[in-house]
């Protein structure tokens, strides 16, 4: 079962570590989780008595994220990890939620990951580009939060859109989507956009068609220009451009 695939009304515990996350996300992170499913649980990990999680206090207010106290007994953050951690597997044991959404960007968090997902729980990780590769890959599906950093007054997009030269530079992307077309497809070499969409998803759970720039999957696929796309019986499909494919 790909991620996602249980419905939105799926119970979502998500947990945020203050230390490794920008307050100016918490709006767009919110209405992301809410595409997976319902935030039955919102908490947040650090010291509140420091002034530098300041900026999270009037966001917890207003987007109701009840703020768990965790004092830095000793330099750095393993105590706001620890109680994090251990809070996901109390949750986990309660057996009333069907996935977890971790917002940081320390790569502390990989087996944890890794553990819920043993147990059968959809695991949407959060975080920046600056995460480690093993945490990203330890979840199901990862959104990098610089998607979520637009500046609403002047519709500047969080991220530039790469043209099809720098897409087709990428050689990673290009690998990834010629596979996951290559899975789904027919003996003609069709693929519904659907399947490749959620092929590709496993392949590569940091995908997101928003980190190039672009709001939908489509689009990105009709900007890379390797691609043949053609709309039949109100479904969307896609062929790999290249000599010696299925014809």
Request: proline share 4%; with cysteine.
């Amino acid at each position: 079962m790909s991620a996602g695939s249980n419905g939105h009304n799926v119970g979502l515990a998500v947990l945020i570590d203050a230390d490794n996350a920008n307050p100016a996300i918490v709006e767009g992170l919110l209405a992301e989780v809410a595409k997976f499913g319902v935030a039955s649980v919102k908490r947040i990990y650090g010291d509140w008595t420091t002034p530098a999680l300041g900026k999270w206090k009037a966001a917890l207010l207003e987007h109701s994220i009840q703020p768990i106290q965790q004092f830095a007994y000793t330099s750095g953050k393993n105590a706001t990890d620890s109680a994090m951690i251990i809070d996901a597997m109390d949750l986990l044991y309660t057996g009333e939620f069907g996935g977890f959404c971790i917002v940081s960007s320390d790569s502390d968090f990989t087996r944890l990951a890794s553990r819920l997902r043993e147990s059968g729980k959809v695991v949407y990780g959060f975080g920046e580009r600056k995460t480690p590769k093993p945490f990203v890959a330890a979840c199901d599906r990862f959104i990098y939060t610089e998607i979520f950093t637009s500046n609403p007054e002047t519709e500047e997009a969080a991220i530039k859109r790469k043209s099809a030269q720098e897409l087709r530079q990428d050689t990673k992307l290009c690998h990834q989507l010629r596979q996951a077309i290559e899975a789904a497809s027919d003996d003609e070499g069709w693929a519904n956009l659907g399947p490749v969409g959620s092929q590709l998803a496993k392949q590569m759970p940091e995908f997101d068609p928003r980190n190039y720039g672009y709001s939908k999957f489509s689009g990105l696929l009709e900007g890379i220009g390797l691609f043949t796309l053609k709309r039949e019986n109100n479904q969307l499909l896609i062929k790999d451009q290249r000599p010696g494919k299925k014809a």
